[in-house]
T-cell receptor, first 115, second 116 residues
Framework: ETGVTQTPRHLVMGMTNKKSLKCEQH?????MYWYKQSAKKPLELMFV???????ENNSVPSRFSPECPNSSHLFLHLHTLQPEDSALYLC??????????????FGEGSRLTVL | AQKVTQAQTEISVVEKEDVTLDCVYE???????LFWYKQPPSGELVFLIR??????QNEISGRYSWNFQKSTSSFNFTITASQVVDSAVYFC?????????????FGTGTRLQVFP
């Protein structure tokens, strides 16, 4: 069983819907991340949180809204999405961002389809 | 600019063949880390190895080996005697520790299919 759990695993939504993706890590890590994986493209870093504080927003459109209530939970709130936002959204965690060691632990992803 | 290139989009081999996945990177940093991650069909990326820029020793772990060459900015990954369970997408990545973040720059990945 993975130490990073993402729900739902699959989500289909219309462009006017509001939904949320949830990520929970059971590893005692302090940093959490959202990545977007689209076909034929490199993984794109979206947001980074360290000790619940957002440390990076990689020019992500405001229709994606992250929330990190504590170091174990991370949400991605979705509203007014576009079809091109259809992708696999991966959550990851790491011990912290202090040393940039890069060892991230990923969840299995939430496959989002926007109709 | 930092960039990771994995020119091989997809590789197919028959079980027990050796296969090498190529990775070429670009960076102006003198200190950096290189990584390989594996993404099986279940979706989660699994960390395989980290190598820092000052350590050019090749590494072997079971059937896996990595060849880091700064002169050619390459960090290639070889699987010896491939098995069906090796079928996955493999990502090479670069990080910039000087920026105090685990921000990884990924390549586009190489899909490896191992047939029985």
């Amino acid at each position: 069983e993975t130490g990073v759990t993402q729900t739902p695993r699959h989500l289909v939504m219309g462009m006017t819907n509001k939904k949320s993706l949830k990520c929970e890590q059971h590893l005692g890590h302090n940093a959490m991340y959202w990545y977007k994986q689209s076909a034929k493209k490199p993984l794109e870093l979206m947001f980074v949180y360290n000790f619940k504080e957002q440390t990076e927003n990689n020019s992500v459109p405001s229709r994606f809204s992250p929330e990190c209530p504590n170091s174990s939970h991370l949400f991605l709130h979705l509203h007014t999405l576009q079809p091109e936002d259809s992708a696999l959204y991966l959550c990851a965690s790491s011990q912290d961002i202090g040393e940039g060691t890069g060892e991230l632990f990923f969840g299995e992803g939430s496959r989002l389809t926007v109709l | 600019a930092q960039k990771v290139t994995q020119a091989q989009t997809e590789i197919s081999v028959v079980e027990k063949e050796d296969v090498t996945l190529d990775c070429v990177y670009e960076t102006r940093d003198t200190t950096y880390y290189l990584f390989w991650y594996k993404q099986p069909p279940s979706g989660e990326l699994v960390f395989l190895i980290r190598r820092n820029s000052f350590d050019e020793q090749n590494e072997i772990s079971g059937r896996y080996s990595w060849n880091f060459q700064k002169s050619t900015s390459s960090f290639n990954f070889t699987i010896t005697a491939s098995q069906v369970v090796d079928s996955a997408v493999y990502f090479c990545a670069l990080s910039r520790p000087a920026y105090n973040t685990d921000k990884l720059i990924f390549g586009t990945g190489t899909r490896l299919q191992v047939f029985p």
